[in-house]
């Protein structure tokens, strides 16, 4: 079995290398670190990506990609996610709210929304989750009401991390409550700048800014309807899968970084306890790499692949908190010293890692979700 990329691909990643290499300054890696979202050098780095059409290479021509197979999607995430370039390298826009708007949106939301996506003129946020609706998402509870042209929408959102700095807010909304839940809830683009919307920041464990939303009487014209009316609970599960697709590009970095700080140690480098858990974590990035491959194969095959993708997930985020636990086993004490520290190894990459990796086995889905799915779906076991 051959896992090799093509002589083209392989020169396609060469190509995008060179690229990140040459356009990702210390200005984007500043901003990407901060916490805060995109500033206006990232939106310069993702404006320039656009230009190439590489923000959506899977794309057809007319809405502003290239036309190629979806493997040449993963290899230019991966590339990002190594980077350090762009937090979330697949964004939300492009790798979430544009595929399901080409799937059941209309041809004016087409036209209107995924050439500006394919540009890096616009950006998405996330509106699901709720207080109460989680991951669980059925049981969302802010109201769409119609009315005349419109609906008028009324509550609240929690943990919509991009809304702060996107245009459109990717919202989940309930249009009829008398139904069971998961068939009463439609999917919306909202302009984030309507009139109503009040957006508050939420600050977390690591130190990244994410919002909670409130929705008082906004309107939203009937056309930002997404497919049809109380189906959206199906538009969002089949968008959640395109959300799940991960990339081992960072892990990868964090790791090698790891391994030069303990070559450069003797003490550290000639301890065969860390040298058993620096190849037990080198084996499961390759593994995690397969999955990533395996999945881009799937999708190159149009083969719906909804438990692979939870495994993936599932992988992913456990191992970045096996990374970050024994990268702090090695570092010792001084690995807990932050960036602003002269003394902080790595430039207190892993006290950060040891912060962001609890969230990573909750966003997107919890890992006892994915269990459930890849039990359900991809083992046929009962519910």
Not at 188 to 208: A, E, N, Q, Y
Not at 222 to 227: A, R, Y
Request: proline content about 5%; some cysteine.
């Amino acid at each position: 079995m051959d896992f090799a990329f093509s002589k083209e691909e392989e020169a396609f990643r060469q190509e995008v290398r060179d690229f990140l290499n040459k356009e990702v300054t210390p200005e984007v890696i500043r901003e990407a670190e901060s916490g805060l979202g995109w500033g206006p050098h990232t939106w310069e780095f993702i404006q320039k990506l656009g230009r190439k059409r590489w923000l959506c290479p899977s794309w057809p021509k007319e809405y502003g990609g290239l036309g190629l197979p979806p493997l040449y999607r993963f290899i230019i995430h991966e590339e990002l996610d190594y980077s350090g370039a762009v937090p979330e390298a697949l964004m939300i826009g492009v790798g979430i709210a544009g595929p399901t708007i080409m799937l059941y949106g209309t041809e004016e939301q087409k036209r209107e929304y995924l050439p500006r996506l394919a540009r890096g003129e616009i950006e998405f946020a996330l509106g699901y989750t709720e207080p109460e609706a989680g991951s669980d998402l059925a049981n969302l509870r802010i109201r769409a009401e119609e009315a005349d042209d419109h609906y008028v929408l009324n509550g609240q959102k929690l943990f919509n991390t991009r809304c702060h700095y996107a245009q459109y807010h990717w919202l989940g909304a309930r249009t009829d409550p008398h139904v069971p839940k998961h068939r009463g809830i439609s999917l919306f683009i909202v302009d984030l700048k309507s009139p109503g919307i009040t957006i508050r920041p939420l600050w977390t464990l690591s130190g990244v800014r994410t919002n909670e939303v409130f929705y008082d009487n906004v309107l939203v014209p009937k056309k930002n309807l997404v497919g049809e009316k109380n189906r959206g609970f199906y538009y969002m599960m089949t968008a959640l899968e395109f959300e799940r697709v991960l990339s081992v590009g960072g892990l990868r970095r964090v790791f090698e970084e790891v391994v030069g700080y303990v070559k450069e140690r003797p003490a550290l480098n000639n301890d065969t306890l860390i040298r058993q858990q620096i190849a037990e974590l080198g084996t499961e990035i390759e593994v995690a790499k397969l999955f990533v491959y395996r999945l881009a194969w799937l999708q190159t095959k149009r083969i719906v692949a909804n438990y692979e993708a939870a495994a993936l997930k599932l992988f992913a985020s456990e191992l970045w908190q096996r990374l970050s636990n024994s990268a702090m086993e090695i570092l010792g004490l001084h690995g807990q010293l932050q960036r602003n520290s002269k003394w902080a190894p790595l430039n207190g990459r892993i006290e950060r890692l040891s912060r962001e990796s609890i969230f990573y086995t909750f966003a997107g889905g919890t890992s006892e979700v994915m269990r459930n799915i890849i039990a359900t779906r991809g083992l046929g076991l009962p519910r």
